[in-house]
């Protein structure tokens, strides 16, 4: 009974609940598609009018062809990719030369000549004066050696050997200028080439001397603050191996840390230069080539095209007709620059980085971005990096730490550049004329008016054109100087 009762009722219960179910979902699905069915009408209703609005769109889009910008040449629009521009100006550059070369050769024909190229150095075969002078200073480089050494061990005094010092680098200067203006058989391209290594020589040899003289004074203020001097180690650790170990003062004193730093190529000197892991072959010999290849054609250049261009402006100089003296100038100063040029890269780059890499000194900064100059005192200090890092170690800071101020400390840096580019030019060629001293004197007044008045684009083009026509005009107004006064000389001679 229990079982027939209990039957019916589960079934029942059964039914109602999926009945309920059923419902339910009937509910919802009648509600969906009523959803389904009012969205449809909306958008039935909103369809028009969307439409309208989007034809609006397009038509609004086809008739507008202009938005808020800038011209691609005004410096307010952002846009600095001219590659374009500059590959024209290269273009042009080559054109214009190449039908001024084409001009000259159909003018004077090929003057080019190898074998007159020695008769720049030599006057005779068997006479090489430059080249002697080059050696003899070797008695020099002994000297500063020497003289370091003893200081090292407390032989001499620190006043004595500052005078000895001094003694050296005075006759280093004065030796080889009284030389090549009492020797005639000394060609002006040879005392160029024998003035240059003295210069240098002197410049290396005080920097030698000073930053001993700093390691002498570091090494007496550790020895009075404690109890013993932790000196360097010995000569021979020092001259171990390859020269990587690290030295100490006066473990650098010997002749093959002297000579690794007289043919490095750097002008100031220190204990351990960084150095480089190996040498790389393809490197040096793609810097050999691009030295053998500049060399000829720098020579090439001079010889047919601005010794002819020398030679006609003689009269101009000599009847003082000032318009075609300036002519002349202008004309000589496009391969003058040219060839200083393609000297730059030649020396900065393929030569210095030649030695270096023989040398593993590791480093390269031998110049910077001189070309972005927007001021002269940042052309100055970038393309010749040996050298002004020289001036600010060795002769600018230390005027600085003695008081003297900003403003005259860089008068006296230019000073000191104009003094040697006078002496590198005005001894060879025997003959004063003051231009190249004045000429490095006006890049002050120069850089006050290019920093005050010009900024960016307009600062750079003054540097550029400082460059073209400024001492490259200095250094043409020797050259014709000298064969003004050659060519004057010669047909008085000729007369008599």
Same mark, same amino acid.
């Given at each position: 009974?229990?079982?027939?009762?209990?039957?019916?009722?589960?079934?029942?219960?059964?039914?109602?609940?999926?009945?309920?179910?059923?419902?339910?979902?009937?509910?919802?699905?009648?509600?969906?598609?009523?959803?389904?069915?009012?969205?449809?009408?909306?958008?039935?209703?909103?369809?028009?009018?969307?439409?309208?609005?989007?034809?609006?769109?397009?038509?609004?889009?086809?008739?507008?062809?202009?938005?808020?910008?800038?011209?691609?040449?005004?410096?307010?629009?952002?846009?600095?990719?001219?590659?374009?521009? @500059?590959?024209?100006?290269? !273009?042009?550059? +080559?054109?214009?030369? /190449?039908? &001024?070369?084409? %001009?000259?050769?159909?003018?004077? #024909?090929?003057?080019?000549?190898?074998?007159?190229?020695?008769?720049?150095?030599?006057?005779?075969?068997?006479?090489?004066?430059? @080249?002697?002078?080059?050696? !003899?200073?070797? +008695?020099?480089?002994? /000297?500063? &050696?020497?003289? %370091?050494?003893?200081?090292?061990? #407390?032989?001499?005094?620190?006043?004595?050997?500052?005078?000895?010092?001094?003694?050296?680098?005075?006759?280093?200067?004065?030796?080889?200028?009284?030389?090549?203006?009492?020797?005639?058989?000394?060609?002006?391209?040879?005392?160029?080439?024998?003035?240059?290594?003295?210069?240098?020589?002197?410049?290396?040899?005080?920097?030698?001397?000073?930053?001993?003289?700093?390691?002498?004074?570091?090494?007496?203020?550790?020895?009075?603050?404690?109890?013993?001097?932790?000196?360097?180690?010995?000569?021979?650790?020092?001259?171990?191996?390859?020269?990587?170990?690290?030295?100490?003062?006066?473990?650098?004193?010997?002749?093959?840390?002297?000579?690794?730093?007289?043919?490095?190529?750097?002008?100031?000197?220190?204990?351990?230069?960084?150095?480089?892991?190996?040498?790389?072959?393809?490197?040096?010999?793609?810097?050999?080539?691009?030295?053998?290849?500049?060399?000829?054609?720098?020579?090439?250049?001079?010889?047919?095209?601005?010794?002819?261009?020398?030679?006609?402006?003689?009269?101009?100089?000599?009847?003082?007709?000032?318009?075609?003296?300036?002519?002349?100038?202008?004309?000589?100063?496009?391969?003058?620059?040219?060839?200083?040029?393609?000297?730059?890269?030649?020396?900065?780059?393929?030569?210095?980085?030649?030695?270096?890499?023989?040398?593993?000194?590791?480093?390269?900064?031998?110049?910077?971005?001189?070309?972005?100059?927007?001021?002269?005192?940042?052309?100055?200090?970038?393309?010749?990096?040996?050298?002004?890092?020289?001036?600010?170690?060795?002769?600018?800071?230390?005027?600085?730490?003695?008081?003297?101020?900003?403003?005259?400390?860089?008068?006296?840096?230019?000073?000191?550049?104009?003094?040697?580019?006078?002496?590198?030019?005005?001894?060879?060629?025997?003959?004063?004329?003051?231009?190249?001293?004045?000429?490095?004197?006006?890049?002050?007044?120069?850089?006050?008016?290019?920093?005050?008045?010009?900024?960016?684009?307009?600062?750079?083009?003054?540097?550029?054109?400082?460059?073209?026509?400024?001492?490259?005009?200095?250094?043409?107004?020797?050259?014709?100087?000298?064969?003004?006064?050659?060519?004057?000389?010669?047909?008085?001679?000729?007369?008599?």
């Amino acid at each position: 009974g229990d079982r027939s009762e209990r039957g019916p009722v589960k079934r029942g219960r059964r039914t109602t609940i999926s009945g309920e179910a059923a419902g339910t979902r009937a509910e919802r699905g009648g509600a969906a598609e009523t959803r389904n069915r009012q969205a449809q009408e909306e958008k039935r209703r909103e369809s028009p009018a969307r439409k309208h609005k989007h034809d609006n769109h397009a038509s609004t889009d086809r008739l507008r062809c202009h938005t808020l910008q800038e011209s691609l040449l005004s410096s307010d629009s952002g846009y600095s990719n001219y590659r374009g521009i @500059l590959n024209w100006c290269v !273009v042009m550059l +080559v054109l214009t030369n /190449a039908r &001024l070369f084409l %001009e000259n050769l159909i003018k004077y #024909g090929i003057l080019v000549d190898p074998i007159q190229v020695i008769s720049l150095f030599l006057k005779d075969p068997y006479s090489w004066p430059a @080249l002697c002078l080059i050696i !003899v200073s070797i +008695v020099f480089i002994m /000297a500063a &050696l020497y003289t %370091e050494r003893r200081l090292s061990v #407390g032989t001499i005094s620190e006043s004595t050997g500052t005078f000895l010092h001094c003694i050296n680098l005075t006759v280093i200067l004065c030796f080889p200028a009284a030389t090549v203006l009492t020797l005639t058989s000394v060609t002006p391209v040879g005392g160029v080439l024998a003035l240059s290594v003295y210069t240098i020589l002197f410049l290396k040899l005080y920097s030698y001397r000073d930053v001993n003289k700093w390691c002498r004074e570091t090494r007496q203020a550790k020895a009075r603050t404690l109890s013993r001097s932790h000196s360097c180690p010995s000569v021979h650790r020092a001259n171990g191996n390859t020269g990587h170990t690290r030295v100490s003062y006066p473990g650098n004193l010997t002749h093959r840390d002297m000579f690794y730093f007289l043919f490095a190529p750097t002008l100031c000197y220190e204990l351990n230069f960084p150095r480089s892991p190996r040498i790389r072959k393809r490197f040096l010999l793609r810097r050999l080539f691009e030295m053998l290849f500049l060399i000829q054609l720098m020579v090439g250049l001079i010889q047919q095209w601005m010794v002819p261009t020398i030679q006609n402006s003689m009269k101009p100089f000599q009847n003082m007709d000032f318009s075609r003296m300036v002519e002349r100038l202008l004309k000589l100063a496009v391969p003058n620059h040219l060839i200083w040029l393609i000297f730059f890269y030649w020396f900065f780059h393929s030569c210095m980085n030649f030695v270096a890499e023989l040398l593993q000194f590791g480093d390269r900064e031998f110049y910077r971005d001189w070309w972005n100059s927007e001021t002269v005192p940042y052309f100055w200090s970038n393309w010749n990096i040996p050298v002004h890092k020289w001036c600010l170690r060795h002769f600018y800071k230390p005027m600085m730490m003695r008081g003297v101020n900003k403003l005259a400390a860089q008068i006296a840096v230019f000073f000191l550049s104009a003094f040697f580019h006078e002496y590198l030019v005005s001894v060879p060629l025997k003959m004063f004329r003051l231009w190249a001293f004045l000429g490095m004197m006006s890049q002050i007044p120069l850089a006050y008016f290019v920093g005050r008045f010009l900024r960016g684009n307009y600062g750079n083009a003054a540097v550029w054109m400082s460059l073209i026509i400024g001492q490259p005009v200095a250094i043409l107004m020797y050259v014709h100087d000298y064969y003004v006064l050659n060519s004057a000389g010669a047909s008085q001679s000729d007369t008599v």
